[in-house]
């Protein structure tokens, strides 16, 4: 008896451990250095894809010289000390490869995407830009240049414009406030030394996740890590306080006249943050009220019933440090009035009944049953495991999330709603023709 | 950069699916109902498609955005299931469903966990036969539509330009009006016109079904014979007769509007990718715009610092003759004469000297490169296939690399000479006018 037991629990143990390993989507561990290496071997296609995000985003940097993390990232590519901005274009794309960097608020990604014969050449080119970046004047000219124009050809963009006006009210002074590409003004501050002082503080391995999904085994990676990135030394990052998001006590209402045929709304307020316990609960509404595309009530409101907009939605962005909630849609402008008050109502009613068992039904069905089509290849996967790692969720998080969504209540997401949807004191963007629109807000 | 995510897309497009070539199984029903199906294991998805050969290319003047509007209303109910349905059926498996409408076809596209991918074919059976299409459906609808057309285009300078230039540069082939429909036309729609339309075009002779994922073959083809199997063979549809004239010479238009950065786009009338110049066309396209190694980028926007964006584009996968596509976007101060003589002068180069051995090689490499990149994604090889098969037929996918295999330098000095000139050539211009100018 005691025997069976015995062999039955070992057995239970092996299913259980076997179980985690299939849904694990990579291999942690970390590295001597402190870097953590995020790795999974897929040999389907003879392909491998490299994501390393740096913790050097746009909140690492100070704000008068906004567009100094961003900077920094778009110019890694740009020259060597051993290549050109040329060769090193030249190298990659020769090979039908790509190799870009980025930066976002939260961090700077490198990515690479090789063919697997080419994967020694892909992790030569990703460590020289991440390491041996000369940051040359006229490269940096060049960057400032294109930066500043593209700043200026947003303003063709309705739906950005209005964005941007929305992200400065909402965060104020904190970082998600501004644009990660900074302003002309502040563009124009930034020197050479702050560019390689932000590289040398920030581009650093125990700043850095790698995540490496595709034909590649532990063996072969170490290989290359060893005599690519063997040399990137540790070192002690700076830290950086960052400014608190001002709550709104009333309306907020911006204007921008255009001549436009469309009304661009955004209606929102601050959201929460990534780590918030009612994250769960509150996609799970927000899937509802109009995340959930021809599911939720907003479409189905405003687009299906009233033909009043081809596109309507809302939108937590929880972020690590602070987050916002927004409803964005475009309508004539002649309409504009009607949709706020509609987009309101709905926020309204979010709060004040209990969703119907189907809607909550329904939101938890697609939440959980689409989670296989969020991790289908090698490039979500690579993506995918970077945000897990940055956000502390754990490799196993893919197990741990049906039962998050499953545990929500129709009480959650009504206590949800009444905390975080406020339809008194939002923050409202409207650019459009404002005299066709005749505005009551 | 809008315009660089396009060509990328486009090039990605013509590559991935030739390694399929070998994998894919073509079934044809009784009733004419084709099926194309890729088995891919690598994960636990799939996605089922249903693709219909009628695009904007099948309307008439007057009655434009009959099809894009009828994919809309695709979604709206049918005589069994009610005006949600066919979403909420795929949401709640936690799928996720849509659709396309271009000159040459419309699709159809569910992605679902492989477990769960039998779920849309009852019902992509049901509304290819059972529609629902009331005037009060249809005509809400339509505002829909318009809303679509105002954000996409009429309040989008550059897009608002390419709709000019289409319209410039066709004079008796309906690629000249947009797939969306003009605007006065979605006004005076006629309901009963897009029920003839649907009666016309969606039988299952004119539709293909496309399934690529973690599938079993036999199951799922079964599966489809059962749902569809039945559905009568319609009329055959109308074949599309016309034929551009001749050109004479450049033909431009101008567009001023409210914009910021001055704007240029020639297009040049070309064969299709089927053509014995497809392939050197698609390397032209290539060496000039491929990368940031490509000669536009290079020229204009990195060494003359005259653009902040260029890029060149030829669109082959084409039912008939459309177009080789070249861009730029001015920086701020920068006269788009000089742009425009900026691009120009590349292609000039071009046909002056062939390009080197080596970018030839570079077009061909990634070539290859981006046909097994592209089967990371079972969404995108099925997208490639279907486009395929609405225009040269999915088995020119075979052909294509080693047609681009054997393209040299030579050849695509020749097809630039001889598509790259006035003849064959529309410009449109965006002339930004300033803010509140016009309010």
Partial sequence: ?441 | MKYSIIVSLFFILLLATHALALQVDEYVLDNGLKMLIVEDHKAPTATFQVWYRVGSRNEKTGKTGLSHLLEHMMFKGTKNYGPKTFSQTIQRAGGTDNAFTSKDYTGYFELLASDRISLPIDLEADRMQNLVLSNDSVLSERDVVTEERRLRYEDDPQSYVMEEVFAAAFKNHPYRWPVIGWMSDLKTLDPGALIEHYKTYYAPNNAVIIVVGDVNKKEIMEKVRQAFGSIPTGPAAPAVQAEEDEQKGERRVYINKEAELPYIMAVFKTPTISHEDGFALDVLGSILSDGRSSRLYRSLVYDKQIAISAWASYEGVSKDPFLFFAGATAGQGKKIEDVEAALLEELEKIKQQPPSAQEVRRAINQAEASFIMQQDSIYMQARILGSFEMTVGWRFIDKYLEGIRKVTPEDVSRVAKKYLIDEKKTTGVLVPIAKGARS
């Fill in chain 1, 1 to 441: 008896m005691k025997r069976k037991l015995k062999y039955l629990t070992l057995l239970m143990a092996l299913l259980f451990a076997s179980e985690v390993f299939a849904a694990r989507l990579t291999d942690r561990e970390v590295l001597p250095n402190n870097m953590v290496l995020l790795h999974a071997e897929r040999k389907a296609i003879p392909i491998v894809t490299v994501v390393l995000a740096v913790k050097a985003g746009s909140i690492a940097e100070p704000a008068e010289k906004a567009g100094l993390a961003y900077l920094t990232a778009a110019l890694l590519n740009e020259g060597t000390k051993k290549r050109s901005s040329r060769e090193i274009s030249e190298a990659i794309e020769f090979v039908g490869g790509s190799l870009s960097a980025s930066a976002g608020a939260d961090y700077a990604t490198v990515s690479l995407s090789v063919l697997k014969k080419d994967i020694d050449l892909g992790f030569d080119l990703l460590s020289d830009v991440i390491m041996n970046p000369v940051f040359n004047e006229d490269e940096i000219r060049r960057k400032i240049r294109i930066t500043k124009n593209r700043l200026i050809q947003q303003n063709e963009e309705p739906g950005v414009v209005a964005s941007i006006a929305f992200s400065k009210a909402v965060f104020g002074e904190h970082p998600y406030g501004r644009q990660v590409q900074g302003s002309p003004e502040s563009l124009d501050l930034i020197s050479r030394q702050d560019i390689v002082d932000f590289h040398s503080a920030f581009f650093v391995p125990d700043n850095a996740i790698l995540s490496v999904v595709g034909d590649i085994s532990r063996e072969e990676l170490g290989a290359l890590l060893k005599k690519h990135l063997g040399n990137w030394q540790q070192k002690s990052i700076p830290s950086r306080s960052l400014p608190g998001t001002g709550a709104k006590k009333s309306p907020v209402v911006i204007k921008e006249n255009r001549d436009l045929t469309q009304a661009n709304i955004i209606l929102g307020h601050i959201g929460i943050t990534r780590d918030n316990p009612d994250y769960y609960a509150v996609l799970v509404m927000n899937y509802i009220l109009g995340g959930g595309g021809f599911a939720s009530r907003l479409m189905d409101n405003i687009r299906d019933s009233r033909g009043l907009a081809y596109d309507v939605h809302s939108y937590f962005a929880a972020n690590r440090f602070s987050g916002s909630f927004q409803v964005g849609l475009q309508t004539k402008n002649e309409s504009a009035n009607t949709a706020i008050n509609e987009v309101l109502k709905e926020m309204q009613r979010m709060r004040t009944e209990y969703v119907s068992d189907r809607e909550l039904q329904d939101a938890r069905a697609y939440l959980t049953g689409s989670l296989p089509l969020r991790i289908d290849s090698n490039s979500k996967i690579a993506g995918f495991v970077i945000s897990l790692e940055y956000h502390n969720l754990g490799m196993d998080y893919v197990n741990k999330y049906p039962a998050l969504i499953n545990g929500v209540s129709k009480e959650d997401v009504l206590r949800v709603a009444l905390k975080y949807l406020d339809p008194e004191n939002y923050i409202l963007v409207v650019v459009g023709s404002l005299g066709k629109a005749n505005l009551r807000y």
